[in-house]
């Protein structure tokens, strides 16, 4: 099992473990990337702690030190020397180095003033060195297993150099190690558990049982090389990314990213609940009930959910009724308690759209700003920010379809969300020009662009639309695909931009989203073609943010969850429509 280990650049994809609010990463804040590795912890936002680096006892400079990481490790070498680390436990790092080598831990803030950066003291007690940061409101405690600790600018305030250099002890040949633990007021003299070897094939046994259940396919069946490698690494994205309950997060929470994305925001968080439901059920639940946890008065769920952040400004897409469903068909059951919960939350968040953003009198619902819609700059709402949108439609015509159901389950009257679905796909065909869907102005009526993949979503309404409908919207759609997928902006718009966020580049989202409504309208060739391509794309660039839809290049982020997550819901299917043929 443990051979089911993936490899991947430090400078893509951070180490860390499921639990862990910590990551190794050169990555040190919203697109700025360093040349050393650095400590960063996720508690409060994104805060690099310590750079950790290694050198030769032989060479005072940090000399050429080649880094490479898998999920259980990461390693430093000279050629001649080594230095590992490995996530002992979610809050525990423990680094060894070869004799002749040593590693500086230093801290990341430059200057210690009353109400930020990094001061550093030796406790007493132990001899451990103990850094306390303002940012994170945490105590980094760096403790000698073995060799000794050399401390520079303990007690220092004001502008200094803080830093711990970690040696081998005396001559003995032999190397050192340390553990650096991460905790808020105290806690009791580090003690080991199990050696440094020990922890690291716990690491790995641990990764690998965890991407067994998600990703079966990869080591139940002949699989090409780069399924299966992207597999193992989609898995380890989101593994990695999960982090234990703390702060505003009242689950354990799989984030956006352990980048600078290190946030749930209230859609993404539904394709991270599908790609686990299958082999993690608990933690899928836990995934879709996150945002619920903060669900406001008039029934809104915020737009995103950080450890000590959590904003209501705008809002995400109603997409949590085919979410609930997709993780039903998945073999999700809930309980009876938590069935009540569910329909309750989802009963509340529906009425949201159907009370607070509708105008009196009118059927349709409305997005206030792009960032309502998760596609924040979509030319949709270039001409008006205040838009009735199609995919909008079809999202609630779904979710209340899922409401009815879910109200025959826990013996509630399942009548007026009926009545409600019959009113929103009535309105959903006002929006059909008879050559595709339209969006409009919810203030004068007219038409917003029509460059964007966004209206075409409205075929996630699947075989709910007029078949001469789906045939016009598959047709529209090919107009997007490039060789990696569906651009978000047309790409002979004089809109399109390659990094334009949603004015081009493709996303996990609106692929699947495309997919999964191309399917279930009938057009299940040019769905298995959007499957196709954005599959080969993240095998071929990983799992970023969004891509180049021209190039396929990854852009921004490159350890996004959500890309990962629809990878690997893409792949289960793939992997279960050739199982039937078989």
Not at 262 to 291: R, T
Not at 406 to 428: H, I, K, N, Q, T
Request: net charge negative.
């Amino acid at each position: 099992m443990t051979s089911q280990i993936p490899a991947f650049p430090l400078r893509h994809v951070p180490l860390s473990r499921r639990g862990s609010w910590l990551n190794l990463s050169p990555v040190v804040g919203a697109h700025r990337t360093v040349d050393d590795v650095h400590l960063v912890s996720h508690r409060t936002g994104m805060h690099p702690v310590l750079s950790v680096v290694p050198r030769s006892t032989a060479d005072a400079t940090s000399g050429r030190w080649s880094v490479g990481a898998d999920a259980a490790s990461v390693r430093w070498s000279d050629g001649a020397l080594c230095v590992q680390a490995v996530f002992a436990s979610a809050d525990t790092l423990r680094v060894r180095g070869d004799a002749g080598s040593t590693v500086r831990l230093a801290e990341a803030a430059a200057e210690l003033t009353p109400f930020t950066g990094i001061y550093l003291f030796q406790d007493p007690r132990d001899g451990s060195a103990v850094f306390t940061s303002y940012e994170t409101g945490c105590r980094y405690r760096v403790t000698a297993i073995t060799g000794r600790l050399h401390i520079e600018g303990a007690e220092s305030l004001g502008a200094a150099t803080r830093a711990v250099t970690v040696t081998a002890e005396g001559d003995s040949g032999e190397g050192w190690e340390i553990a650096i633990e991460e905790f808020e007021s105290s806690r009791p003299p580090f003690s080991a558990s199990g050696t440094f070897d020990e922890n690291a094939r716990e690491v790995a046994e641990e990764f690998a049982a965890f991407a067994a259940r998600i990703a079966p396919w990869t080591h139940q069946r002949e699989l090409a090389a780069p399924a299966r490698d992207a597999s193992l690494l989609a898995a380890y994205v989101l593994w990695s990314a999960t982090v234990s309950p703390a702060g505003f997060l009242r689950r354990e929470a799989v984030l956006m990213s352990m980048h600078w994305m290190d946030k749930v925001w209230s859609w993404d968080h539904c394709f991270n609940a599908i790609a686990l439901a299958s082999g993690e059920p608990a933690l899928a639940l836990d995934q879709f009930l996150a945002p619920f946890d903060h669900q406001d008065a008039v029934g809104a769920l915020p737009d995103s959910i950080a450890h000590s952040e959590r904003l209501y400004n705008f809002v995400k897409p109603p997409i949590h009724g085919w979410a609930l469903s997709r993780l039903r068909a998945e073999g999700l059951v809930l309980a009876d308690g938590v069935r009540d919960d569910v329909y309750d939350k989802l009963a509340r968040w529906t009425r949201f759209w159907l009370d607070e953003r509708r105008v009196p009198g009118r059927t349709l619902a409305f997005y206030q700003h792009g960032n309502d819609s998760g596609w924040d700059n979509s030319t949709v709402f270039d001409r008006t920010r205040l838009v009735e949108s199609p995919d909008l439609a079809a999202f609630l015509l779904l979710q209340l379809e899922e409401l009815a159901r879910l109200a025959d389950d826990v013996g509630r009257d399942p009548s007026p969300w009926v009545a409600e679905a019959e009113r929103m796909a009535a309105a959903l065909a006002e929006l059909w020009q008879g050559d595709g869907f339209v969006a409009r102005g919810v203030v004068d009526g007219g038409e917003s662009l029509r460059t964007s993949l966004l209206p075409l979503l409205a075929v996630v309404a699947g075989d709910r639309l007029p078949v001469d409908v789906r045939a016009e919207v598959a047709r529209a759609a090919t107009a997007f695909l490039t060789e990696w997928g569906p651009a978000t902006e047309r790409p002979d718009s004089e809109w399109y931009e390659d990094d334009g966020y949603w004015r081009g580049p493709i996303w996990a989202p609106s692929t699947m989203l495309l997919e999964d409504g191309l399917r279930r309208a009938g057009h299940v060739d040019l769905a298995d073609d959007v499957s196709a391509r954005f599959r080969r794309l993240c095998e071929r660039g990983g799992f970023a943010e969004n891509f180049d839809a021209r190039t396929g290049e990854g852009l921004r982020d490159r350890a996004y969850t959500w890309t990962a997550a629809v990878y690997l819901i893409l792949e289960r299917e793939a992997v279960r429509r050739s199982d039937a043929v078989d």
